[in-house]
């Protein structure tokens, strides 16, 4: 199985630079070695998904990204992405998220984007595991995040990150994130997730931060709510092998986190006014965890 896994995330990532070609099951049997059968039934068997669907997929939430961010032709992105025209662009775009590109382009609006996915996490490799983590990196320093809105889900039913998925769709929840980059918050980024406490007790959120202006729509199941400006303690890993040290890493920081005393530093924990925040990028940001705190 954990084959079959490495081969499923070698066909995504090659779907990713090639969605736009006209014969992509036949290029992925020639780049794996496998027949056009076989990698069918192992990439739905890992995924869930057709090839066929995903590629689709990627292929428009790749081409309403450069709507959204580009002043480039719609016409040109619509070619470049292999669709036969603006209206063949047009026609599936507002099929699959109920407005024209011009009118995405004009309010980027949250919709469901088909996410790039990743099936092969650190987990199939902990038996395999070298702990290569260095505790001298771990750090903790001091942010100040100003009053700001947040767009998300709070489940509460669930403590962490993998209990929220137990819950909600990934692809689905990560796709309207996703589609928020353009107008979301400079410092509470997309995928930034966290805790909220209430009387003692820790439940997870996911979403993204949002500009101070954004007026909806809001996605079904979202929630947008002020969050009061605070100093955070920033207990931090930087960057990492994500593969590799990804356990090692989490446990460390979070370990930090959640039994650091405050007053060492002059501070008390801010929890009942403001949110923890949890920060998860390996290749650049490394791994985070913010606590808010105030002055004593």
């Known amino acids: 199985m954990k084959e079959w896994i490495e081969v499923a995330q070698n066909m995504i990532e090659w779907i990713e630079t090639h969605s736009d070609c006209g014969r992509v099951l036949d ?9 056009p059968w076989y990698c069918s039934v192992l990439f739905h068997d890992v995924t ?6 995903y590629t689709s997929g990627r292929r ?9 961010d580009t002043d480039e032709r719609i016409l040109d992105i619509a070619l470049k992405y292999g669709y036969s025209s603006q209206e063949a662009l047009s026609r599936v775009f507002k099929e699959q998220f109920g407005c024209t590109p011009a009118a995405y382009r004009r309010n980027p609006i949250p919709i469901p984007l088909q996410i790039h996915k990743v099936v092969l996490f650190p987990d199939y490799y902990e038996k395999e595991r070298i702990k290569t983590m260095e505790e001298s990196r771990l750090g903790i320093s001091v942010e100040y995040i100003p009053t700001h809105k947040y767009m998300g889900i709070w489940e509460k039913k669930a403590s962490n990150y993998c209990e929220f998925w137990e819950h909600h769709d990934c692809d689905t929840v990560c796709g309207y994130v996703t589609s928020m980059e353009k107008n979301a918050h400079p410092v ?4 930034t997730a966290g805790w909220n406490v209430e009387n003692g007790k820790r439940t997870y959120f996911y979403g993204t931060g949002v500009e101070d202006g954004f007026a909806g729509p809001v996605p079904e199941g979202f929630e947008v709510k002020d969050i009061p400006g605070s100093y955070y303690l920033v207990f931090s890993y930087p960057s990492f092998d994500y593969l590799a040290e990804n356990v090692d890493v989490m446990t460390a920081v979070e370990k930090l986190a959640w039994n650091f005393d405050p007053k060492t530093m002059g501070y008390e924990w801010n929890e009942n006014e403001c949110p923890d925040y949890q920060r998860h990028n390996p290749e650049k940001v490394g791994y985070q965890i913010l606590r808010p705190v105030k002055k004593i």
């Open 27 to 35: 290029g992925l049997s020639d780049e794996m070695g496998y027949s």
């Open 48 to 53: 869930g998904m057709t090839i066929k669907a």
């Open 60 to 68: 428009l939430a790749c081409a309403a990204e450069e709507i959204r």
């Open 188 to 191: 509470v980024t997309p995928h």
